[in-house]
């Protein structure tokens, strides 16, 4: 949820260093400690994450808990829904997702399975639209939700569009622990990987991200040729059986691919 406004924080270290709110930057900082795997913290907890002292963390933790942006329970704070105001309206005042969405409505029914659009932040990519046919995940994805680029096929390809050097470095500072035993954790595989997806035009992902889930995307680009975000399928790996993946959804998504270069 916090992609646009680390994107806005970007844009402003070309200012003078005196124009810059130094507490602002630690509380979104704190802000972004919290995720789907660590979702209660303590200020000890917070403080190590965030790269702070502890008298600090404690300051933006009750800040935010006074302005209602966490519950704290004496020991352990949490995020309250309030704090989707702050990625929502950034999210809402992009003309991307509300460009994609009818595409995804309409390629979701054509194909009968689920399919989204992503961003890529780092080493993670960034749900903007979807389009949900059946749940195939234990976790359910939304705009806002994030999941590791190096393992995800929208992932790839995003990481496929980058300068060898630079996808190698999000690879090497990524968390390569296995999420499933058919996640691949060595760099150079996952590199080899995203370089098959360079000359592919697509990526596969059989099972790695969760057990019992395949996909398969393939980058999105501007007018221009430029790879500005990625278009993926997700399906249950039991409903594979005997199919050929790649033969039965990737025209598809090649179609809706050439449909966005023409009005992005």
């Known amino acids: 949820m916090l992609t646009f406004v680390r994107i806005a924080l ?4 070309m200012v003078n260093k005196t124009d810059i709110i130094a507490s602002l930057a630690k509380g979104l900082r704190v802000i972004e400690c919290f995720r789907a795997e660590t979702p209660r913290l303590s200020i000890a907890q917070v403080a190590d994450a965030a790269g702070m002292d502890r008298a600090t963390a404690r300051r933006c933790l009750l800040t935010l808990h006074h302005e209602g942006y966490a519950d704290y329970d004496g020991k352990f704070f949490q995020l309250t829904a309030r704090v989707l105001r702050l990625g929502m309206g950034a999210l809402a005042a992009l003309p991307l997702p509300q460009i994609v969405q009818p595409w995804l409505d309409q390629l979701s029914d054509q194909i009968g399975q689920s399919s989204s659009v992503a961003i890529l932040d780092e080493g993670e990519i960034v749900y903007i639209a979807r389009a949900a046919q059946r749940r195939v995940m234990s976790i359910g994805l939304m705009p806002g939700s994030r999941l590791p680029a190096h393992s995800t096929s929208m992932g790839r390809v995003l990481l496929a569009s980058l300068p060898d050097a630079q ?3 999000i690879v090497d500072h990524a968390d390569l622990s296995p ?6 954790t060595s760099p150079a595989e996952i590199m080899a990987r995203i370089a098959q997806a360079r000359a592919d035009g697509y990526a596969v992902i059989d099972q790695e991200v969760e057990i019992g889930l395949c996909s398969v ?3 999105i680009f ?3 040729g430029r790879v500005i975000a990625a278009l993926n399928s997700g ?3 039991s409903q594979m059986v005997g199919h050929d993946l790649v033969e039965e959804f990737v ?5 809706v691919q050439e449909a966005l270069r023409r009005v992005l």
């Open 251 to 255: 025209p598809a998504l090649l179609k």
């Open 217 to 219: 995307a393939v980058p």
């Open 179 to 184: 999420r499933t035993p058919r996640s691949l």
């Open 10 to 13: 970007s844009r402003v270290r």
């Open 235 to 237: 399906m249950a790996a």
């Open 222 to 224: 501007d007018a221009h």
């Open 167 to 169: 996808a190698g470095a």
